[in-house]
């Protein structure tokens, strides 16, 4: 019997090292869980000079909880986008981008994803989905008259819970006997 070549070795030992999953590639520089200094980074990369600078926000309850967003040219093909992240402890749980546009717009965009990601899981009506553990990518369209919207976020749902830290839980109940 003849020992295993190194390299499939270490190719059967990716998904144990990544704790059973592979990660999702990034999405225009960008992934979830990314970190909010290496989002700052990148976003501000890909801001326009003149543009309106990245804004962020954090949480009127706690700081550990931000906000922040600007809209961005990908200078790989010039698609312009509205960039937002939410970041729990410094990471970030949704990584979205915002476009509008016609028909075109969503027809490009979900070429673009299958490619990308292979087949679509339909989410819904107007939602297709790419998950792979924790994590997911989203596509989302609407419409009004001849105007489409579409969404793609990139979630952690690990980061996700969080956010239960922050949050207070409602008050007991008293029960009555």
Known sequence: MRAPAPAA????????????Q???????????GISATDFTIRAR????????????????????VME???IIRDPD????????????D???DVVSFGDSGTTDLVVRMQRE??????????????????????????LTWRARGPRRWIF??????????????YVTPPPAQPSHH
Not at 22 to 32: A, V, W
Not at 82 to 88: N, V
């Open 90 to 92: 410094g990471r970030a």
């Open 22 to 32: 592979t990660p999702l590639l990034p999405y225009r520089g960008f992934k979830p």
């Open 77 to 88: 093909d010039g698609a312009e986008f509205y960039l937002s992240g939410h970041f729990i």
């Open 113 to 138: 994803l299958r490619a990308r990601y292979g087949p679509p899981h339909p989410v819904g009506t107007a939602a297709w989905q790419w998950r792979q553990g924790a994590q997911f990518v989203r």
């Open 45 to 64: 990369a890909l801001t326009r000079a003149g543009a309106t600078p990245l804004v962020c926000n954090t949480s009127t309850r706690t700081a550990q």
């Open 152 to 165: 793609i976020q990139l979630a952690d749902t690990d980061v996700m819970r969080a956010i239960s830290h």
């Open 68 to 70: 922040c967003g600007v």
């Open 9 to 20: 070795l270490l190719l059967a030992a990716v998904p144990a090292l990544l704790g059973g």
